[in-house]
Structures are given as structure tokens and as C-alpha cells.
């Protein structure tokens, strides 16, 4: 009988992670990228629909501010027109009035409203000029800016002018030739309480583009996002300038604790949600392989029938041929009473026998899975020879045996492996039909090495490319014309199942080698 080298280290090449590493691998590269792209998307939308919730937020309170500051506007600007109203019903009464009364009104005017810190009045002369009223000259040196204004004045409403050093002056005429003007301090418009947000900058313009007061930001924006922004005349027709207000689109405190509290919660979900999913289509696949190897064994019955009916048939003769004995020894005067209870008991014997062929045939037709336990693979070996060997003998296949002495036991399902190696001898008869009846060689061994045990099945036929070998074990790819090309990958799924692998290699002699390896256990059995 020839020996059988080890299997090399090249030839396992691909299991250079355990089987068990492999599958956890596999499994956390089905699971982690739909978790974690859920997640993502998850925390996309929680950030979007916060964002969103901000921003709604932060234009209801950008509506509140701008109406408030449009308020108090334009009430600065209904004082404006008060004080003019004043000045001029006072017009007629000026003649009479002293200096120092005039005086008092102009203090009691800008203590009243704070933004107001002069009043002028201004005479036309004759050829259009204008000159101050006081007979000082106070207020002459604003004239060269304030002639377009006091022009315009005569006009209704009259366009404003700016100041040196901040704020504006309004002019209203008093009649054909007089006019009063007022310098409003911008700094003093809105009192400490009423300034807007750190974040909040409004203009004051006019409709030609003249830009009354630039409120800037108190802090600079964070964000470069176009800004909140509405835009409003002032409510009184005299002064209808333009107030623009704007502020950026998210406040300066966004809420960071709820959106990491939704993360953190959306991490949990979805990674629970993921598992769950891998979990379930886990145990899809493993009912569908369980039906599909349930499947492929009755689809062996064809083969095995022919070895059971072989089986059955020595048991069956010689219960036959021990119950005649009985008979006859019973016969006999006087009975042979010891004759027959030994030919009595030789037939219990064999009836026993053909009941456990029975057995292991039920078992290994049934759908469910068998129970896990320590299974030695020499009684595999042999019982997958018992359940094909008829048929192998048919084919004309001679099958060598080589079995380990003392060969450890290894954690599994009894039934599943005697498919296993079942499906690799019949794959071997298969690969040896076009042979001639004296290269019909096919071998069984079994070791141990390095941990594992071993059991191999090797045919003397034209083996298989490189291209075929790498595709073996792929569902539903076949070489076989019919075939449906299940076997092999079932086969290969009832081994790592057991943590073991099932390798395809080269023979020496230019066949096949299949090899399950298997890893030991401490159980007796």
C-alpha cells in the first residue's frame, strides 16, 4: 500500500487564520459597513433636523429683534418730528423771545432726548445763501455740508446730511426763508437696554444709498452661511430711511449636548439594528444549508441504497439461516435445547445488526441536525465505506485503506461528517470513470499533526487546473455535466462549522487530493 505524505504548509495556505477567526471576520465585514453607514446617515439627519430646528429658532428670534429695532427707530425718528413740530410753532413767537429762554428750550430739548446735542437755525439770504440765525454765527461752520440739506428742507422729505464725527443732521423749514436742523448722535439713538444681540448689525440708510448709521456686530460671525437678513422703511413718512438688519444663520451656541446624546444613541441602535439584521440572515443561511445538505443526502441514496441492500443481506441471511437452525435443533428427539438457544441468540445478534444499518441510514436521511459530540473519524471513515462501498465495488473503484491507531476524537456531528467523506469518495468514483479498470484507485486515510487530525481521499484520475481548483468550493459551480455544484461547498461548510477547513490539492500521482482537517478535542469518546 502506498504511503501518503503530510499535507505541507503551502497546501494550507489558506488557512492561515483559524476557521472560527475567519467567520467572525466574515460576519464583522457583512455587519460593520451597513451599521455604520446607517449610522452616519442617521446622524446626517439628526444634525440636519437640530440645524433645522436652530435656524427656525433663530429667525423667529432674528423676526423679533428687527421688529423691536424698527420700533424704537421709528420712535427716535417720531421724537424727530415732535421736536420739529415745536420749533416750528415757536417760529412766529421768536422775535419776542430772549436769548436765555431760547437757550433753556434747546437744553430742555436734547435733556429730553438724548440723542438730539444741537439745535440750529438757519436764515436764507436773498441771493439763496444761507447764514445762522444766532448772533454769534454759531453753527456757521456746519453750513458747507448743511446747504444741500437746508435746500432741500423747502422740499418734503427733506434728505438728510452727515456729520463730521459720526451721527446725521435733519432739516425742516420753519418758512420761505428760515429752517431748523437737528444733529442726532447715532451712539445715543438706543439706550444701554435696548442695544440688539452681540450678533445682531443693522444700516440705517436711504432710499439714494446714503448710509446713516452702520451698526456693526458687537462679535464676529463664526460662519461664512448667508446671513439672516430683512429690510424695512421707517414708519414715519417725514424720515422713510431703510433699515437693513442681519445676523449669521445659526446662533453662536449650537445645541452640541443634544447632538452628541443622539449620536451616542443612534450608535447603539444601529449597531443593535445591524447585528440584529446579520444575526437573522445568519440563521436564514443556516436553515438553507441545512435543507440543501439534507438535500444532497438524499440525492446520495442512489449510491448508498446498493451498500445497504449489501449490508442488510448477511444480517438478514443469517438471522434466516439461524431460525432454521432452531427449528431443526428443536426437532431433534429429544431437542437440543443449547443448539437452539446458541442459534437463537446468533439470530437476536444479527437482527440487531441490520436495525443499527437501519439507524445509521435514518440518521443520515434526516433533515434535522444531529447532536454534537466527540466522533472519531475512523468509525466515519468506515461507516461512509459501508454506506458506498457497493457501489464503489459496481465502478470497479478499488478503495485503500490507511487508518491512524490511537487517533484522537474531534468535536462534531457524526451524520454530517459521513456526508462528507460519502460525497468525496463518489466525487473520486466520478473522476475515475474514464479510466481503465486498473487505474480505478482511490485512497481513505486518516492521521494526526500538529493539533489537527486528518482525513484525506485521494483518486488516481486527471485531477484539476488551477483555474477549477480556486472555484471548487463556490455554490453552484460544477465540472460535472448534471451536476448542480452543492456538494463541495456544503461540504466545506459542515467542516468550518466543526473549526476545521476542507482543503482541494494536487496529488503526487496527477489526481486529486481532498483534505479535512479537523481540530482535536479533549473529549473521550
Known amino acids: 500500500m502506498r504511503s501518503f505524505a503530510p499535507v505541507s504548509p503551502a497546501a494550507s495556505s489558506r488557512a492561515v487564520l483559524s476557521p472560527g477567526l475567519q467567520r467572525f471576520l466574515a460576519q464583522n465585514a457583512a455587519w460593520w459597513p451597513w451599521a455604520i453607514a446607517g449610522w452616519l446617515l442617521a446622524c446626517t439627519l439628526w444634525g440636519g433636523w437640530l440645524l433645522h430646528g436652530q435656524r427656525l429658532a433663530a429667525q423667529e428670534d432674528f423676526d423679533l429683534q428687527s421688529r423691536v429695532l424698527h420700533r424704537l427707530l421709528s420712535q427716535r425718528a417720531e ?18 423771545i430772549t436769548p436765555e429762554v431760547k437757550a433753556r428750550f434747546a437744553g430742555s430739548i436734547m435733556l429730553s432726548y438724548p440723542q438730539i446735542d444741537q439745535v440750529r437755525r438757519y436764515l436764507r439770504n436773498a441771493d439763496g445763501s444761507w447764514r445762522p440765525a ?109 433699515l437693513v438688519t442681519r445676523q449669521p444663520p445659526l446662533p453662536a451656541q449650537l445645541p452640541w449636548g443634544r447632538f452628541a446624546w443622539g449620536v451616542l444613541v443612534l450608535l447603539v441602535v444601529c449597531g443593535a439594528a445591524g447585528w440584529a439584521f446579520v444575526e437573522y440572515r445568519r440563521r436564514v443561511l443556516t436553515q438553507r444549508q441545512l435543507a440543501l445538505a439534507h438535500a444532497s443526502r438524499v440525492n446520495a441514496m442512489g449510491e448508498v441504497a446498493a451498500g445497504i441492500a449489501h449490508e442488510l443481506n448477511q444480517p438478514l441471511a443469517a438471522i434466516l439461516s439461524n431460525t432454521q437452525a432452531v427449528g431443526r435443533w428443536l426437532d431433534d428427539d429429544p431437542p437440543t435445547i443449547e443448539g437452539a438457544r446458541e442459534a437463537a441468540q446468533s439470530a437476536v445478534q444479527q ?49 485503500h485503506q490507511q487508518f491512524a491507531d490511537g487517533l484522537p476524537p474531534v468535536l462534531g456531528e457524526q451524520v454530517a461528517f459521513e456526508q462528507v467523506v460519502v460525497n468525496l469518495l463518489l466525487n473520486a468514483a466520478d473522476a475515475l470513470d474514464g479510466m481503465s479498470q486498473g487505474q480505478r484507485h482511490v485512497r481513505l486515510r486518516t492521521h494526526s499533526h500538529l493539533g489537527q487530525v486528518l482525513l484525506s481521499v485521494e483518486d488516481s484520475g486527471p485531477g484539476f487546473s488551477e483555474d477549477v481548483r480556486s472555484r471548487l468550493f463556490e455554490p453552484f459551480f460544477t465540472t460535472k455535466q448534471g451536476g448542480m455544484g452543492l456538494g463541495l461547498s ?36
Open 490 to 525: 456544503i461540504c466545506e461548510h459542515i467542516v468550518q462549522q466543526a473549526g476545521g477547513d476542507l482543503l482541494a490539492e494536487h496529488a503526487e500521482d496527477g489526481g486529486a487530493r481532498f483534505v479535512m482537517r479537523l481540530p482535536m478535542t479533549n473529549v473521550e469518546h
Open 79 to 96: 421724537q424727530h418730528e415732535a421736536v420739529f413740530a415745536a420749533l416750528v410753532a415757536l417760529e412766529p413767537s421768536l422775535p419776542q
Open 351 to 399: 437482527a440487531r445488526r441490520a436495525g443499527a444499518i437501519l439507524q445509521r441510514l435514518r440518521g443520515f436521511i434526516s433533515p434535522q441536525p444531529g447532536r454534537v459530540e466527540a466522533v472519531d473519524l475512523n468509525r466515519v471513515a468506515g461507516a461512509a465505506l459501508s454506506l458506498v462501498g457497493e457501489a464503489l465495488q459496481r465502478r470497479q473503484v478499488q478503495v
Open 134 to 242: 444766532a448772533p454769534n454765527g454759531a453753527g456757521g461752520e456746519m453750513l458747507p455740508r448743511l446747504t444741500s440739506a437746508l435746500e432741500s428742507s423747502l422740499r418734503s422729505p427733506a434728505a438728510p446730511a452727515l456729520a463730521d464725527g459720526g451721527g446725521f443732521w435733519l432739516t425742516r423749514a420753519a418758512g420761505p426763508d428760515s429752517a431748523w436742523a437737528l444733529h442726532v448722535r447715532t451712539d445715543h439713538l438706543l439706550a444701554a437696554g435696548e442695544q440688539p444681540p452681540a450678533g445682531f448689525s443693522f444700516t440705517l440708510a436711504t432710499d439714494a444709498g446714503q448710509v446713516l448709521w452702520n451698526h456693526p456686530a458687537s462679535r464676529k460671525h463664526w460662519t461664512s452661511l448667508a446671513p439672516l437678513q430683512a429690510e424695512k422703511h421707517l414708519s414715519v413718512r417725514s424720515q422713510p430711511y431703510q
